[in-house]
Nanobody, 121 residues
Framework: QVQLVESGGGLVQAGGSLRLSCTASGSTVSIVAFGWYRQAPGKQRELVATINSGGSTNYADSVKGRFTISRDNAKNTVYLHMATLKPEDTAVYYC???????????????WGQGTQVTVSS
């Protein structure tokens, strides 16, 4: 199985920037896609951004133009660069990996523990 470890969260003022990192470890053949999700208090977990093995990305409308997702395949790491942060971005951010352990096998999901991002006014 794959384990995910996140880092980079913290407290920042509105308009500031942060970069989150998530590194995957364990026995795996390939990571099909990475995703970043977030969950604010009292709200459902929502998808923020995704990136597949070919580098294709997708973003939630609320973060388009401000957030950038990228991956380093050699390091098995995905990043989320967050710029022009707003108080509405305050949430726990979770890393997700979709992976296969064999060519013809099923795909599995792994989740990180989450990292807190707080944006003050």
């Amino acid at each position: 199985q794959v384990q995910l470890v996140e880092s980079g969260g913290g407290l920042v003022q509105a308009g500031g920037s942060l970069r989150l990192s998530c590194t995957a470890s364990g026995s795996t053949v390939s990571i099909v896609a990475f995703g970043w999700y977030r969950q604010a208090p009292g709200k459902q977990r929502e998808l923020v951004a995704t990136i597949n093995s070919g580098g294709s990305t997708n973003y939630a409308d609320s973060v388009k133009g401000r957030f950038t997702i990228s991956r380093d395949n050699a390091k098995n790491t995905v990043y989320l660069h967050m710029a022009t942060l707003k108080p509405e971005d305050t949430a726990v951010y979770y890393c997700n990996a979709l992976y296969r352990q064999s060519v013809y096998g099923p795909a599995y999901n792994a989740w990180g523990q989450g990292t807190q991002v707080t944006v003050s006014s």
